[in-house]
Nanobody, 120 residues
Framework: QVQPVESGGGLVQAGGSLTLSCAASARTFSSYAIGWFRQAPGKEREFVAAIGWSGGRKYYADSVKGRFTIARDNAKNTVYLQMNSLKPEDTAVYYC?????????????WGQGTQVTVSS
């Protein structure tokens, strides 16, 4: 219902690519920002990227700038995270969440996460 659902995680070699998807109900998705976060073993959850409700505003953590791209398809109620040039340090469970503006967004509904593992 209100909880987003992540998909697309998997095991890849360093330098490879993955695209994650965050799907939500129209009620959850429309007119809201969506953020991606990740949590690696032994670490706190950290911000990865976010996109405004219209798709015109995008934000990236310094650690993924130039490698990850966030986009949204409002007609499909889906946000994508294209991850290129993956590094072992990108290994984590990736979560998407609904954000309420203005930026920096306040996130309320979170997905269950999808595992991304990057081998060296």
């Amino acid at each position: 219902q209100v909880q987003p659902v992540e998909s697309g995680g998997g095991l890849v070699q360093a330098g490879g690519s993955l695209t994650l998807s965050c799907a939500a109900s129209a009620r959850t998705f429309s007119s809201y920002a969506i953020g991606w976060f990740r949590q690696a073993p032994g670490k706190e959850r950290e911000f990865v990227a976010a996109i405004g409700w219209s798709g015109g505003r995008k934000y990236y953590a310094d650690s993924v700038k130039g490698r990850f791209t966030i986009a949204r398809d409002n007609a499909k109620n889906t946000v994508y995270l294209q991850m290129n040039s993956l590094k072992p340090e990108d290994t984590a469970v990736y979560y998407c969440a609904r954000g309420r503006g203005p930026a920096p967004f306040d996130y309320d509904y979170w997905g269950q996460g999808t595992q991304v593992t990057v081998s060296s």
